[in-house]
């Protein structure tokens, strides 16, 4: 049975079948601006700026190190100890041009200890301040990064190939993993929840056995009194007998929600099997995630590159001094003039760095151009999340309401709910996008204000500063949640993002402690899963890189890595990023099936009018069934006269 889910309907009751239209248009619109004018802001950085400020330093006099006639003096001299680590800071350095920080007198050598420096290590011009002098770069026998970076990318070349291997390995795991819960997600479910159970009265048992053995101490908190020595309190009685309590509290607490909530964990099996079904017919889902990681991947480049040249827009600003004019080919130029630190047309002029140009309407705006580049940032971020969301929800929201599956799927889901999600819905997923980024940006104020002010506080605003931060961070949170299952809605039924947020808060409310139950088991179960395959792959990782574990047939020799925990990291990393990857999905799956179970039993009655779409596992749980439709011979038997 096939039908188009954008037009019209062949099956009964599908409320993917409806004929959509844009939503949120004006919102829409301001976004198309945004990114507009976002792109606008990187030609000008692009155009204005100068990366060379942070590849390469520069000496009092605003040149380059190690290029131009600085070429075979690619060092530089500070002479400042308490700024030398304003030169590790990109930003700070950017900004800063990488200049020499101190006041500066040139053209100054002293002792033959300088003069044999600046020979030794070839660096350029030696400055003297009136303060003491700091070493950078190659004078400096410690710490060598370029050295270890290039130690490191070794290791990388002669590992890539098992580092491929065991990111392979973590995302085959994944998989399998996902696709046996089918079968597996009863069995495992219960044996976590019966293994917490099992903790719990573990370690009622131990305080006991503690409690009771120290009968005899007559130590108490009133001889204790305060001390940062923990293992002081555990030596009272009275510690012990707290653990206990507490304990058997959340023990007994967890045993009847075990009883009176176990029709409600057998749907969330239900729905976790269903999602494993769901992900077997429509494998494509599980590699959406690599299309996030791209997009995500390009707004964050461009952020940074964008970043790094309006923060090095500045060009130096020289000016001409202590000419004199009687010099042959000193005439034509006029002092305190502008100049070019290349020409040195006249020998007693000199080309003298000023400062750095702030003149013209985009130097002056720099610091407004770069709040634009943090705020469409992370607009665009939270833009391309949400298409995530949407699209996946709409591919899995076609697989629950089809009514006979898989042959109702309709071809290609993955692809029809992509070119759906931006077809109609783009001004939707910005409008929540814009209000997430709202409540962000919010929050790097705080938390910037906080840093600034930070020595200044009293009790009193620290703790109005923690609340605030606290509040904050609780409402981006409760944003999320609203956000995600409105785009599940928005999927289903193609509303506008406020009818969508208002009626998935409505139905969630209505359900809220199947809510509670299918979350904290969906929740225990990816944990255990994410553990499985990063703790495997990392221990795996770790026995062969670290030589415990040798490959027959194979050329890989431990012994020649230089850092071999460098690999191992390597591999754990991304295995973390595979697993959240392909878990994501299947979360996601989960909560879109949930919220389509809900809207199943809400508007659906089992009826041939209106059947329930649910799987029969699900109906069998909460004893439903769909009625048969009567045949033409039954209608004519109750037929009128």
């Not at 409760?478 to 993002?497: D, L």
């Not at 670290?546 to 754990?572: D, K």
């Amino acid at each position: 049975m096939n039908y188009d889910v954008e037009c019209f309907c062949k099956v009964r009751a599908c409320v993917l079948c409806v004929c959509r239209s844009c939503t949120d248009i004006i919102c829409c619109v301001l976004f198309m601006l945004v990114i507009a004018g976002y792109i606008v802001v990187g030609i000008l950085a692009w155009l204005y700026g100068d990366p060379r400020h942070v590849l390469y330093p520069r000496n009092s006099t605003g040149m380059f190190c190690g290029i131009g006639q600085n070429k075979d003096k690619p060092n530089v001299m500070y002479f400042d100890i308490v700024k030398c680590a304003t030169a590790t800071n990109v930003m700070a350095a950017a900004l800063q041009g990488l200049q020499c920080p101190t006041t500066q007198v040139p053209d100054l050598y002293f002792n033959s200890f300088i003069i044999s420096l600046r020979s030794t290590y070839n660096i350029d011009k030696i400055f003297i301040p009136k303060t003491c002098f700091c070493v950078h770069s190659d004078l400096t026998n410690g710490f060598n990064i370029k050295e270890v970076g290039l130690r490191i990318f070794e290791d990388f070349a002669k590992s890539w190939q098992w580092i491929v291997a065991g990111l392979v390995i973590a995302m085959v795991v994944s998989v399998f993993f996902l696709l046996l819960l089918r079968f597996t997600a009863p069995v495992l479910i219960w044996v976590l929840i019966i293994g917490v159970l099992a903790v719990g009265a573990f370690g009622i048992w131990y305080c006991y056995n503690e409690y009771m053995s120290l009968s005899n101490s007559a130590l108490t908190y009133n001889n204790v009194g305060f001390t940062t020595n923990v293992q002081v309190y555990l030596q009272v009685r009275d510690t012990w007998l707290a653990f206990l309590i507490i304990l058997s509290i959340v023990e007994a607490v967890l045993l009847l929600a075990l009883i009176f909530l176990r029709t409600r964990i057998l749907i969330a099996i239900a729905l976790i099997q269903e999602t494993s079904k769901a992900l077997g017919h429509m494998m494509s889902t599980l590699f959406y995630p690599i299309v996030t990681f791209v997009l995500l991947l390009v707004c964050v480049s461009y952020w940074g590159i964008t970043a790094l040249y309006l923060a090095t827009s500045g060009a130096p600003f020289y000016k001409v001094v202590a000419m004199n004019t009687s010099q042959s080919g000193c005439s034509v130029i006029r002092a305190n003039e502008t100049c070019d630190p290349e020409y040195p047309t006249c020998p007693s002029a000199r080309c003298v760095f000023i400062n750095y140009n702030t003149e013209g309407l985009f130097q002056r705006n720099l610091f407004n151009l770069q709040i634009y580049n943090v705020f469409a940032f992370l607009w665009c971020v939270n833009f391309v999340i949400a298409l995530g969301h949407c699209t996946l929800a709409g591919t899995f929201a076609s697989y629950y309401w089809a009514f006979s599956k898989p042959a109702d799927i309709p071809t290609f889901p993955l692809i029809q709910s992509f070119m759906r999600a931006l077809r109609y819905h783009v001004g939707s997923l910005a409008f929540g996008a814009l209000i997430l980024t709202l409540v962000q940006i919010v929050r790097i104020i705080l938390e910037y204000l906080d840093h600034k002010f930070k020595e200044a506080q009293n009790p009193c605003t620290r703790f109005i500063m923690c609340c605030l931060k606290c509040c904050f961070y609780c409402l981006e949170k409760f944003i999320k949640f609203i956000n995600r299952n409105a785009y599940i809605m928005i999927a289903i039924y193609g509303k506008n993002f406020c009818v969508s947020a208002k009626n998935a808060f409505s139905l969630l409310m209505r359900n809220i402690i199947r809510v509670v139950v299918l979350d904290k088991v969906t929740d225990l179960l990816l944990f255990f899963g994410k553990l499985l395959v990063v703790g495997g792959v990392g221990v795996l990782a770790f026995f062969f890189f670290s030589g415990r574990i040798q490959t027959p047939g194979t050329t890989f020799e431990t012994a020649a890595l230089n850092y071999y925990w460098m690999p191992i990291i390597t591999v754990v990393f991304g295995a973390y990023l595979i697993a959240h990857g392909f878990f994501s999905v299947y979360n996601m799956g989960v909560d879109t099936l949930f919220l389509c179970f809900l809207e199943d039993l809400e508007r659906n009655d089992g009826s041939p009018q209106k059947p329930y779409f649910m799987s029969k596992n699900l109906m069998k749980i909460l004893n439903k069934k769909n009625k048969p439709a009567k045949t033409v011979t039954e209608n004519k038997q109750f037929k009128l006269p």
